[in-house]
């Protein structure tokens, strides 16, 4: 028996040749050619069928006179009188000439009674002979020649030893010379027309035979060909034994090897397997009548036409005999461990030794194994991984093939599947009862269906779920047309498509079935997979594709990942880490996986049973607030609805899939068909992403007011974002670009509005201190203004802004509507009579939008066009600045030249409004403001003060070059608009209604109100108001352009005269005082006019308001237009005293030396 070893895969004929003395050439019959004929029981495998009956005389004299013409070389099976007429019949005269070739002819034939018992005979002894003479080898050698060169270790083989043959055929595959591989082949069809031919087996298996009643073991008058049942029988009660089935009988384990290895030696060519051979004839000349034979091509062939309702049964029962053989040893099919061979080896698939060589040889270890290499990024060879797809398709079309399927699920398949063999339609019906719509499952037959899943892998490519396939083929060929064929993403495709007009029925309850398990285990998905590995071994201790683990079970692996995807958001109240910093570095998704795990979460939105945590925490909830959303996807909407509501696990779980929701408002159909036309007209492009990260639901809100928005999809929106402010993550591009910053500067805050106001306020101080280094992030502050122009637009998107001035809505603004900002406008123009909580409020969020004034969401409505017309080169902080420089122009359009009036007035209210200001007097407002700035708190606003404080300083000349510049600013428009001017609109309101209401009136202000109340001076009774004006004719003194009247009547004698004078500290002013003086220059008659009225004006304002201390004096001589004047008289009185000190010296009593010493 040690021949058996010598011939691993597939043809052990030549193992007889120990047991069986070989023919000679002086031999003269049967009985020479085996001498213990005479006992035909000693022959092992039954050979004593070769004797003669003594009822058969004739037959055995016949076989001993063929036995002697087969000794010569040119002896011929058709020279056979026995045979003649069955070769005439059945064999063509082209091979009467080819021993071998009768020989398959006459044994291929389905019918046993087709050929004569004598020639039967005569067969079956030139078969055991042939298998059993040294001249086989010979003949190899003769007919190998260059083969047996070529391959090395044939060539290496001792010559006399039957060594040779078992090499060829250990090495088939590689045989190239078509001839060798014609006579290899042929000699193992030979043999496997019996059983008793091969090596051992009727030793190993006689009394399972026996047991199972496959036959006798001796023939008798059975015919040679039928003995292909009784491997046939064998193979059926192992695999009842595999399942488990009541009554099996457990075959031994030294009979099932040699089962599985005749199934293996068989697997190359189908004509081997003598049971499947005559069961499937016809069949295949029906489905495969064009596939060669060889390489197991016909049993692939017959396999993918299985269902087919043409096939017969009884091919069909041998198809899945063989199927199951396959599924417990991969090397049964010939073409699978041909082409997986090397990497089976690569990846160390078959040497695990802890692990018994029964389940190594599994075809589902297999797959899992080399499927476990290609989803870690590995190479496998492509033909292997087209083998591996053909069967886990057999595994998914046909789920008797899986033993623990059969075993778990028979309560199941009677009660609820049954009838449903074919096509994957029991599988689907176990996968529907599974998943809860069809009744209880029991937990083996669950566990039983997820390890096929994962075996079978259908998430790779859907095409390998037929039932699938053929449900869902129109909608992959419309809706899913663009992917590519086999892709994994198509079932992504089926999923986004999922409750539309292009789903049909059966191709949605074909998808529920298998996603419902792909959603269990994570490593279904291989796009998640390939993504997220690396993240998932680092924080969910995962090990390999086909390795579980009772700490992170695969239902739990989705869920780690999901929890991670936010933890750095989450760092500092849901996770609470010491090292907050390092937590988000170590602790967070790669960008890659994170787009998966949002891509799963989308598909498991719309039905809450593809999502394990939200079924299993919010049953109850469902039950008690939405037990009347029967319409599929509409669970979530009415989860989040009640958010506040739910009880905590529920809470949490709805919580994190809302924030999906903020990336891809997709989710939401009914609101995305409410939308089409804004999103058709607006959002096309943005809609047309596969993964929107929140451009979609940003692009509609900044829609909303558009003339496509209709009611619902207005209500829609706004809604989603008054869901939006309870929590900053359900705001995915804000939590995205903000989440560092939030937990670095506003950690456990939780509200989105807080987290606005937190970030502003870090922004807004760094900006206006001048800070080297922003602390929020350059796309945190961008995405800031985003979030904050949306809260803008509508008060209610600002809790705590909308709670403080509910009453003063009420009672201010009862008439505006919501939305488009028009509220906080009313409040900004009321801001004088509102409460002082409201005021607050508002002021605060004044302060922001000056700080960004591309957060004003009325400025950039109103002034959108006029921003692209002047200021496309400016920053968007810069905005405001830009608009207020080109507010006089031609071009400029009236309504946003009246809203850029109204930031100017806000911003002269108080310094914190205007940040250039602020930024270049940041020296001299506590310099010299500090009691106005002590007497204020951070809430109030100063009206003013401080402003009007740098006014007097401008005046006086004191102010740095800087906030000099700005005041002068500052000056100069208020000049042109009373308005501009708190202090005087404080004072002075009701002496301008008075004294000027003609000029107040006017529609364009051009200083002639204040020109109105210089004039009237006199008349003006308020004293506060009086010294409002008299400042004004003060800052006038320092600078003409303040002095906007001035300043246009005297245009041209300045521009003759004063060309020269640089403007600033009243030089400009001076030069008009001295040309006025002098006269031999003729100044124009309205500046003369107006220069002397100036002159009058400040005579009287000196008068009314004397210096006040040294300084102010100084101030005044040197402001004078007397200037030179006044210094002259105060040198030469300086100098005279010096004299009479001089003088009155020398006339004094002197004081001797004498005195001094004593």
Not at 752 to 773: F, G, M, P
Request: with cysteine; hydrophobic share 35%.
């Amino acid at each position: 028996m040690a021949d058996c070893i010598r011939v691993p895969l597939l043809l052990i004929f030549m193992c007889s040749l120990p047991l069986f003395h070989p023919s000679r050439a002086d031999n003269n019959g049967l009985a020479k050619a085996r001498p213990n004929a005479a006992n035909p029981q000693n022959q092992p495998g039954g050979a004593g069928q070769a004797a003669m009956n003594v009822g058969a005389a004739e037959r055995n004299l016949g076989a001993g006179a063929s036995a002697q013409r087969k000794r010569s070389a040119g002896w011929k099976l058709s020279d056979e009188a026995v045979c003649r007429d069955d070769l005439t019949r059945l064999c063509s005269k082209e091979s009467w000439n080819n021993n071998l070739e009768l020989l398959v002819c006459l044994q291929d034939k389905k019918e046993d009674t087709e050929i004569a018992p004598d020639c039967n005979h005569l067969l079956w002894n030139y078969k055991y002979n042939l298998t059993t003479d040294p001249k086989l080898e010979s003949v190899a050698v003769e007919v190998c020649r260059s083969t047996i060169s070529e391959i090395k270790e044939c060539a290496a083989e001792e010559l006399g030893k039957g060594y040779l043959v078992s090499c060829l055929v250990d090495h088939r595959s590689n045989i190239s010379d078509y001839q060798c591989n014609q006579y290899i082949t042929k000699m193992a069809t030979i043999v496997f027309s019996d059983y008793r031919l091969l090596c051992g087996f009727m030793d190993k298996c006689r009394e399972d035979i026996d047991a199972l009643r496959c036959g006798s073991i001796s023939t008798g008058e059975k015919d040679i060909h039928s003995q292909g049942e009784v491997i046939a029988c064998l193979e059926k009660g192992l695999v009842r034994e595999a399942e488990e089935q009541p009554g099996a009988h457990p075959i031994k384990d030294e009979c099932k090897k040699s089962i599985m290895r005749v199934a293996e030696l068989s697997s190359d060519d189908f004509h081997l397997d003598r049971y499947l051979y005559f069961a499937c004839r016809e069949d295949r000349e029906r489905f495969c009548a064009n596939t060669l034979a060889g390489e197991g091509r016909v049993y692939k062939c017959l396999f993918n036409h299985k269902f087919e309702e043409a096939m017969s049964e009884r091919c069909r029962e041998a198809l899945t005999t063989r199927q199951k053989l396959i599924a417990q040893d991969y090397k049964v099919s010939y073409s699978l461990a041909k082409a997986c061979k090397s990497d089976l080896r690569k990846y160390r698939c078959s040497m695990d030794s802890g692990m018994p060589r029964a389940r190594e040889a599994r075809l589902s270890y297999l797959l899992l194994c080399l499927e476990s290499a290609v989803h870690r990024g590995r190479v496998v060879s492509g033909e292997c991984q087209g083998e591996m797809m053909d069967y886990r398709r057999m595994l998914m079309e046909d789920f008797s093939l899986s033993p623990e399927i059969v075993l778990h699920c028979r309560s199941e398949i009677e009660g609820h599947c049954s009838g449903l063999h074919r096509k994957g339609r029991t599988l689907h019906c176990l996968m529907r009862v599974g998943r809860g719509d069809m009744g209880a499952i029991d937990t083996n037959c669950q566990r039983a269906l997820q390890n096929l899943i994962q075996e079978a892998d259908p998430g790779a490519d859907y095409r390998i779920d037929r039932a699938l396939n053929e449900a869902c083929e129109s909608v992959i060929q419309t809706a899913c047309k663009h992917i590519r064929n086999g892709d994994p993403m198509i079932l992504s495709c089926l999923m986004e498509h999922l409750y539309t007009d292009k789903m049909v029925e059966d191709c949605e309850h074909r998808l529920l079935e298998l996603q419902y398990f792909i959603a269990r285990d994570w490593k279904l998905d291989p796009i998640l997979f390939k993504k997220c590995q690396g993240d998932a071994a680092r924080l969910c201790h995962t090990q390999g594709w086909n390795e579980t683990s009772e700490m992170m079970p695969p239902g739990a692996i989705f869920s780690c990942l999901y929890r991670h995807a936010y933890r750095s958001v989450e760092q500092g109240r849901r996770f609470h880490d010491g090292n907050t910093e390092t937590g988000s570095i170590t602790w967070t998704l790669s960008r890659d996986c994170k787009v998966e795990v949002h891509r799963i979460l989308h598909q498991r939105a719309l039905d809450v049973k593809l999502d394990p945590e939200l079924q299993r925490r919010c049953m109850t909830d469902l039950g008690k607030w939405c037990s009347e959303k029967t319409e599929a996807g509409q669970e979530l909407e009415c989860l989040q609805d009640h958010l506040e509501d739910l009880v905590s696990d529920c809470r949490n779980v709805v919580g994190n899939l809302t924030e999906l929701e903020s990336e891809d408002i997709q989710i939401e159909a009914l609101l995305m068909r409410a939308c089409e036309p804004v999103i058709q007209a607006y959002c096309h492009e943005v809609a047309d992403n596969q993964i929107d990260s929140g451009d979609l639901m940003e692009c509609l809100a900044q829609n909303k007011h558009q003339k496509e928005m209709n009611d619902k999809c207005s209500v829609g929106v706004t809604h989603f974002q008054l869901i939006q402010i309870k929590d900053f993550r359900f705001s995915y591009k804000f939590k995205t670009a903000c989440k560092e910053d939030v937990l670095k500067l506003c950690p456990n805050i939780k509200k989105k509005v807080d987290v606005v106001i937190c970030l502003s306020t870090t922004v807004r101080n760094d900006t206006l201190q001048d800070a080297k280094e922003q602390r929020v992030s350059v796309k945190c502050r961008k995405q800031l203004r985003v979030e904050e122009v949306e809260m803008s637009e509508d008060i209610r998107l600002e809790p705590e802004l909308y709670e403080s001035c509910k009453q003063d809505i009420s009672h201010l603004c009862q008439n505006v509507a919501f939305g488009n900002a028009q509220v906080i406008e009313c409040l900004k123009e009321n801001k004088r009579q509102l409460t002082q909580r409201c005021h607050q409020k508002i002021f605060k969020l004044q302060e922001v939008e000056m700080v960004d004034p591309e957060l004003d969401y009325q400025l950039m409505r109103v002034c959108k066009h006029m921003i692209r017309r002047f200021c496309t080169e400016s920053e968007g902080k810069n905005v405001l600045q830009c608009l207020k420089q080109n507010k006089n122009s031609e071009m400029m359009d009236p309504k946003c030249k009246q809203m850029i009036t109204k930031r100017q007035i806000t911003q002269n209210t108080d310094y914190r409004l205007n940040p250039v200001l602020r930024k270049a007097c940041k020296a001299d407002i506590p310099k010299f403001c500090q009691p106005i700035l002590n007497k204020a708190t951070a809430d109030s606003e100063l009206e003013g003060q401080v402003i009007a404080c740098l006014k007097l300083k401008y005046a006086d000349q004191r102010l740095s070059s800087d906030c000099e510049d700005q005041i002068r600013v500052i000056l100069q428009e208020s000049a042109l608009d009373y308005r501009l001017d708190p202090q005087l609109q404080i004072y002075c309101t009701q002496e301008i209604s008075r004294l000027c209401p003609e000029e107040a009136a006017a529609q364009e202000q051009t200083g002639q109100v204040e020109e109105c109340l210089k004039l009237n001076l006199l008349k003006i009774k308020k004293e506060d108001c009086k010294k409002e004006v008299l400042n004004m004719l003060k800052e006038s003194k320092a600078d003409i352009f303040v002095d906007p009247v001035l300043h246009t009547a005297c245009a041209l004698d300045i521009k003759h005269h004063c060309a020269a004078i640089p403007p600033g500290r009243g030089r400009q002013m001076s030069c008009l005082m001295e040309t006025l003086q002098d006269k031999r220059v003729r100044l124009q008659p309205e500046c003369k006019k107006r220069l002397q009225d100036r002159i009058d004006m400040w005579s009287f304002a000196a008068k009314v308001a004397p210096a006040e201390g040294f300084s102010d004096l100084a101030m005044q001589v040197m402001t004078s237009p007397s200037k030179n004047y006044i210094l002259t008289m105060i040198g030469a009185s300086v100098a005279l005293l010096f004299l009479m000190g001089l003088l009155c010296g020398r006339i004094t009593k002197r004081v001797t030396q004498e005195l001094k010493d004593r």
